[in-house]
Nanobody, 121 residues
Framework: QVQLVESGGGLVQPGGSLRLSCAAS????????MGWYRQAPGQQRELVAT???????HFADTVKGRFTTSRDNAKNTVYLQMNSLKAEDTAVYYC???????????????WGRGTQVTVSS
């Protein structure tokens, strides 16, 4: 079985920083694109950032210039560095990955269970 587990969420003041991690584990052959999404109460889940296996990144306009994402393929881990945080960034942040399980012929999409990020004074 494949699992994604996020960590690093918490309470931070406006202007502060947090670093989220997401580690994939289980019977994994390879992982393609990984991404970060977030969802605030009453809102739809929205894409925050994506990163390909080779390291190409994409960011939502709302976080561009403030957030960065990176990955360590040897550890099957993706990171989201969040700087200059705003109250509007408050949400549950979810990790997403296109995973090729061992023995499979096609990738499957997996989601973590999320980690809460609260930006408040």
């Amino acid at each position: 079985q494949v699992q994604l587990v996020e960590s690093g969420g918490g309470l931070v003041q406006p202007g502060g920083s947090l670093r989220l991690s997401c580690a994939a584990s289980g019977s994994i052959f390879s992982i393609g694109t990984m991404g970060w999404y977030r969802q605030a109460p009453g809102q739809q889940r929205e894409l925050v950032a994506t990163i390909t296996w080779a390291g190409s990144t994409h960011f939502a306009d709302t976080v561009k210039g403030r957030f960065t994402t990176s990955r360590d393929n040897a550890k099957n881990t993706v990171y989201l560095q969040m700087n200059s945080l705003k109250a509007e960034d408050t949400a549950v942040y979810y990790c997403n990955a296109d995973v090729l399980p061992s023995g499979a012929v096609d990738t499957q999409e997996y989601w973590g269970r999320g980690t809460q990020v609260t930006v408040s004074s």
